[in-house]
């Protein structure tokens, strides 16, 4: 993958490349950057700069067989690690090599695609991943041995956050005692996720969310979008090239998140004194708690994405609101005077609490009715 390819990010690849070419490459590095930021573009275009030996900062002019061998992600020394669930086909215990076609075939189509990308892809949207410890296992078998172009060998672990505890404590005794000529990138969009004593051992590389007119650039010259409409949609992305990509394609019309939305909020408006539309909203909740937890999740930030709109109206700062609603009959204007500085807050507590129960496995229905209640009594509050 060419430099050239990653859109943006300017600074981090001129850091990136001048390092490397000093000679400076520290052993463990964590990129840290929000969906279609681009740090699993970006961790791939360096490690091909680093074991190709590629002499300019467009990642070319080295070793030509290496670069070709990026092409296909097959390079012998590149490593990945990401997290994965059991599936038709592996029934038990999985591991990353289990699916590395699959990796690279989702990486060849997007690479700045997101972790929901990733499930939808391998077909368990319903499951949860992780990072276990046979991965981490992996990882020592795999870098215990000599590398095969007498360079570095390069692990690159996406979304390092989702390891489990017994992997995390693996990985962290390789980072205190790495082999030599060793370069571990971790990829995640949470720091925080991330465990204290791992982050201790890395470079931090902050990635920012990716301007308008870049995405805008992208999209009319990649993808001929008409200028007009490549605008709109950058606007909309809000710094994300893989949500551009999807409202470019229309995507989010396998999961209607803006109807369950809005049938969800007109249900809690009519329950306030109104026992029947209760049941409404049981029914609602019964419909997505069917769904994965990942397309739980999803939606649930959705919803907070709804309500930072609407308060945004309600505040009066028109620029800042970049939602077009299409629900007949639903305008995001008349819905923001019930979202103020009384309830915002409690309604944005209410959203993350049930995405963490949810992440944690609780009974969605349950989840979701408890949510539903108190959001009848949450708009209301004036």
């Known amino acids: ?54 002499l300019d900062n467009e990642n070319s002019g080295g070793n030509d067989s290496c670069n070709l061998k990026f092409k296909s992600l097959s390079h012998p020394d590149l490593h990945f690690v990401y997290p994965n669930v059991t599936n038709e086909d592996v029934k038990t215990k999985p591991k990353s ?65 989702k390891m489990n505890i017994a992997a995390s404590n693996k990985l962290l005794k390789l980072l205190e005692e790495p082999p030599e ?32 007119n870049i995405i805008a650039e992208a999209l009319v010259s990649r993808l001929n979008v008409a200028v007009k409409t490549a605008t709109i949609i950058a606007h909309q992305a809000q710094g994300n090239y893989n949500k551009a990509l999807h409202l470019l394609h229309e995507d989010s019309e396998d999961f209607p998140f803006e109807k369950w939305f809005v049938d969800w909020v007109r249900a809690a408006f009519r329950a306030k004194g109104n026992a029947t539309a209760i049941l409404d909203l049981i029914s609602w909740s019964e419909e997505i708690s069917g769904l994965g937890r990942e397309a739980q999740k999803k939606f649930l930030n959705y919803c907070i994405d709804m309500f930072r709109q609407a308060l945004l109206l309600n505040y009066q700062t028109e620029k800042l609101v970049y939602i077009e609603t299409k629900v ?38 349950i989840i979701l009715t408890d949510l539903s209640i108190k959001l009848t009594r949450l708009i209301h509050k004036k």
């Open 328 to 365: 007949d009959k639903f305008k995001l204007e008349n819905f923001a005077p019930f979202v103020n500085g009384n309830n915002i807050n409690a309604i944005f507590s209410e959203l993350s609490d049930a995405i963490y129960h949810i992440e944690r496995n609780g009974n969605a229905k």
């Open 181 to 212: 000529k060793t370069l571990f990138i971790l990829i995640s969009e949470n720091e925080e996720d991330i465990i204290q004593t791992i982050r201790s051992r890395c470079q931090v590389m902050h990635f920012g969310a990716l301007p308008e």
């Open 97 to 161: 090599l289990d699916f590395i076609g699959d990796w690279r075939e989702f990486i060849s189509l997007n690479p700045y695609g997101s972790l929901f990308d990733w499930y939808t892809h391998l077909g368990v949207q319903n499951k949860q991943g992780e990072i276990r410890v046979d991965d981490a296992q992996d990882i020592l078998k795999s870098l215990a041995l000599k590398s095969y172009e007498g360079g570095y060998k390069i692990m690159i672990v996406w979304m390092a956050d």
């Open 1 to 54: 993958m060419q430099f050239s390819d990653i859109l943006g990010q300017e600074y981090i690849k001129n850091h990136l490349t001048t390092s490397a070419l000093l000679g400076r490459i520290p052993h463990a590095q964590l990129f840290i950057g929000p969906e279609g930021s681009g740090a699993l573009a970006m961790a791939i275009a360096y490690s091909q700069f680093v074991l190709c030996n590629n």
